[in-house]
């Protein structure tokens, strides 16, 4: 499956974005998604996921009541609804799929998008 993330940009604290991710290539409904982000100078870090259906999702502590992971089977596309951002929430985030889990680990040596910038004025 091949993915291609969008919707990045410059907003202001406390303002919001939501990210797209098309998928393409394969039957998106037997893909485990997730969104990851990684700041300069930094590893990459797990962000939120969301299982095949839809009906489980996982966050992160930091991201957990501001941002909402979401999906559209019948659109090949996960979005990430963020809200109430701050400046740490700056980085580029990628969007990732896996057939096997929604543990975050499994998305390691899954498939992965390009990434998307976003940066967040303090």
């Known amino acids: 499956v091949q993915l291609q993330a969008s919707g990045g940009g410059l907003v202001e604290t406390g303002g919001s974005l939501r990210l797209s991710c098309a998928a393409s290539?394969?039957?998106?409904?037997?893909?485990?998604t997730g969104w990851f982000r990684q700041a300069p100078g930094k590893e990459r870090e797990f962000v939120a996921t969301?299982?095949?259906?839809?009906?489980?999702?996982n966050y992160a502590d930091s991201v957990k009541g501001r941002f909402v992971i979401s999906r559209n089977n019948a659109k090949a596309a996960v979005y990430l609804q963020m809200n109430s951002l701050k400046p740490e929430d700056a980085a580029v985030y990628y969007c990732?799929?896996?057939?096997?889990?929604?543990?975050?680990?499994?998305?390691?040596?899954?498939?992965w998008g390009q990434g998307t910038l976003v940066t967040v004025s303090s």
């Open positions: 290539g394969d039957s998106f409904s037997l893909y485990h």
């Open positions: 990732a799929a896996n057939r096997i889990s929604t543990d975050r680990h499994r998305f390691q040596s899954g498939y």
């Open positions: 969301i299982s095949r259906s839809g009906s489980r999702t």
